[in-house]
């Protein structure tokens, strides 16, 4: 949950600026050995800033770099990373990863009340207030 808390609180820290333009990543599909389950996620500015995570390390970086793509093409893409392979040029091997993880790239739109990291807020808000029996 502190890792959902540290997403809001940038969130909203980049709302109030208007400069700053995001993404969501989240791992939607693990197969096999991953670092990270399904749920997992980050938030990714354009300026290159991130809070959260989606692996030990091993895909955070390629993740850097197509979420910026959603960001400026403003559409979401899925990709499946696959670290079963035994190749040397493939990301993640031999870091501990030897799954496969699909990962979505949502870009937000601070104006759009139903953008992904808005209904997480409101989910999660309505979560605190119910009890469990």
Not at 46 to 60: A, H, K, Q, R
Request: with cysteine; charged share 25%; aromatic share 6%.
């Amino acid at each position: 949950m502190k890792e959902l808390k540290n997403i809001f609180e940038k969130y909203a820290q980049i709302k109030e600026t208007n400069h700053i333009s995001a993404a969501l990543v989240t791992v939607v599909r693990v197969e096999g050995s991953s670092y990270r389950r399904t749920g997992a996620r980050m938030l990714v500015c354009d300026d290159g800033t991130w809070v959260g995570g989606i692996s030990g390390g091993c895909l955070e970086g390629d993740a850097l770099k197509r979420a910026k793509v959603a960001i400026l093409k403003k559409s979401p893409s899925l990709i499946c990373y696959d670290t079963t392979k035994d190749d040397d040029h493939q990301i993640g091997v031999g870091l501990g990863c030897n799954g496969i993880i699909e990962v979505i790239f949502v870009p937000i739109d601070f104006l759009d009340f139903f953008n992904p990291v808005e209904q997480l807020i409101k989910i999660s808000t309505s979560h605190e207030h119910k009890k469990c029996l």
